[in-house]
């Protein structure tokens, strides 16, 4: 919740800003964006809501892009170390651009269309990974930003009785698929998939059918919109990584427990192994482990720990600090995310230092709730 625009730079809207005020939203800055962070009912109760039937929530801010041409898939796997190549038509991939020094240089979702690949990146990387994709593979592929389009998410678990009523086929869809479906008259793509570990699904909207969707969706009983304050909350719970904070260029897949997004095929001894940015330090850590791993801490007390709060052990040695961390409303105990080393001796104490007093923490696996996809 930190990607605040520069003060100097008038800030932009997305197609659905007029509604969101209308709605009595808290405008915020966030990744040059004027963005609701919250509407009256409240960040809690935004998230309750959404963990029992369906929030809506604005990610138009966030970059989507067209790569068109018969070398795409392949071109883009100079770029990540994901396997691009073998994606099913109309299936979703989780994916990171990388550095030479395996840091990550974004997040992003990749899906397979019949004419094209179809990439959402970040809001606040969005410029820099359009050229970035456009130095690396533009002389293969055809680069193409999509500013034209607007991006609904639609999460909960009443999120499908929702959608299906606009069009009952999005049923059809299982997590991380996609596919065109008409909603309210606009040819939209579709996927099972989002950001909060609940059911859901992003559409990608044309900017002119963005508001009339929006409120289409807002008229159906299971749901309320949703800002961006939920939004933090509901993924933390679902132990999932928040690039600019939880990842970044200092962070690597393997630190970051991200293992699991790096198919066999692109790992060493796999048949397309390397050919990205920092394959051999990312191979090496496949191998060999990584000096600190990225991990969950749940509080036993209610002081909330939150990010940049140094983490210590029953001796006071400093053993990393929170990247995120907030109450986690569904469990009501306060959690976070940290960097710990590797090689702690199982049952080490951890403590956050708040306000100068420890606060004592138990490490967890994650998620911290149960992740509801629809497989």
């Known amino acids: 919740m930190s990607a605040a625009a520069s003060p100097t730079a008038p800030l932009l809207r997305t197609p659905l800003h007029t509604l969101h005020v209308e709605l009595g939203a808290r405008m915020v800055p966030f990744a040059g964006y004027d963005m609701p962070v919250q509407y009256p009912a409240g960040i809690l109760a935004e998230h309750r809501h959404t963990r029992s039937a369906a929030g809506l929530f604005d990610v138009s801010h966030m970059g989507q892009v067209r790569l068109v041409g018969a070398d795409a898939a392949t071109a883009l796997e100079t770029l990540v170390p994901m396997d691009i190549v073998d994606l ?91 596919g065109f479906f008409k909603l309210e008259e606009a040819e939209c793509y579709v996927t099972r998939s989002g950001y909060t570990g609940e059911d859901g699904f992003e559409i990608s909207v044309a900017n002119e059918h963005a508001e009339a969707l929006a409120r289409a969706l807002l008229a159906q009983p299971e749901v309320k919109p949703i800002g961006l304050g939920a939004r933090d909350t509901l993924r933390l719970e679902a132990g999932l ?46 191998a060999r482990g990584a ?53 702690l001796p199982a049952g080490t104490a951890f403590f956050a230092v708040v306000r100068d007093k420890r606060v004592p923490l138990q490490a967890t696996a994650l998620p911290f709730v149960p992740q509801r996809y629809v497989r």
């Open 291 to 343: 000096p600190r791993k990225r991990s969950g801490l749940i509080g036993s007390e209610r002081t909330p720990v939150r990010e940049g709060a140094l983490i210590v052990d029953a001796d006071g040695r400093e053993l990393g600090r929170v990247t995120s961390g907030s109450l986690g409303p569904t469990i009501n105990q306060p959690v976070a995310l940290a960097y710990l080393p590797a090689d």
């Open 88 to 178: 099913p038509l109309n299936k979703q991939r989780y994916a990171l651009f990388t550095n030479d020094a395996g840091g990550i240089l974004d997040d992003l979702m990749v899906t397979r269309r019949e004419d094209d690949l179809f990439l959402i990146v970040n809001a606040a990387c969005k410029e820099q990974d359009i050229a970035h994709l456009q130095a690396g593979i533009g002389q293969r592929c055809t680069v193409e930003p999509l500013p034209q389009r607007a991006l609904l998410a639609l999460q909960g678990p009443l999120a499908v009785v929702a959608l299906g009523r606009l069009n009952p086929d999005v049923a059809k869809l299982t997590f991380m698929t996609g």
């Open 241 to 286: 990584c928040l690039y600019g904070h939880d990842i970044d260029t200092t962070t690597t897949p393997v630190e970051a427990a991200l293992t699991w997004s790096i198919q066999k095929v692109r790992r060493a001894g796999g048949a397309r192994a390397g050919g990205y940015p920092g394959a051999a330090v990312i191979d090496a850590q496949l």
